[in-house]
């Protein structure tokens, strides 16, 4: 099964930057949507935002406009932009491809590891 590989992940300091890159196989990553989630020490993952393969883009309401989503289909690549970061922002980040459904794809990976200190 096709697995996407994360990274760009580190350390940052409140109310810092980073961005998150995210690697597919060729067609596969071009022809669907590309979702971004994370998950927190002692939480569940959840979905932070999504983008199709034309450019659309959805976001987690509690992360509009400090997070976006983009993504360069000649690279094979897509990427996510964090803003302002909050310590509430610490945990592992994956990207997985989602069908129409919203249904995962491809394996989850190992995922970028983000830590916000206060």
């Known amino acids: 099964q096709v697995q996407l590989v994360e990274s760009g992940g580190g350390l940052v300091q409140t109310g810092g930057s980073l961005r998150l890159s995210c690697a597919g196989p060729?067609?596969?990553?071009?022809?669907?949507?590309m979702g971004w989630y994370r998950q927190s020490p002692g939480k569940q993952r959840e979905w932070v935002a999504s983008?199709?393969?034309?450019?659309?883009?959805n976001y987690a309401d509690s992360l509009k406009g400090r997070f976006t989503i983009s993504r360069d289909n000649a690279k094979n690549t897509g990427y996510l932009q964090m803003n302002s970061l909050k310590p509430e922002d610490t945990g592992a980040y994956y990207c997985?491809?989602?069908?129409?459904?919203?249904?995962?794809?491809?394996?989850w990976g190992q995922g970028t590891q983000v830590t916000v200190s206060p």
């Open positions: 060729g067609f596969i990553f071009r022809l669907n949507t």
């Open positions: 997985v491809l989602l069908t129409s459904a919203g249904a995962t794809m491809t394996r």
């Open positions: 983008i199709t393969r034309d450019g659309s883009t």
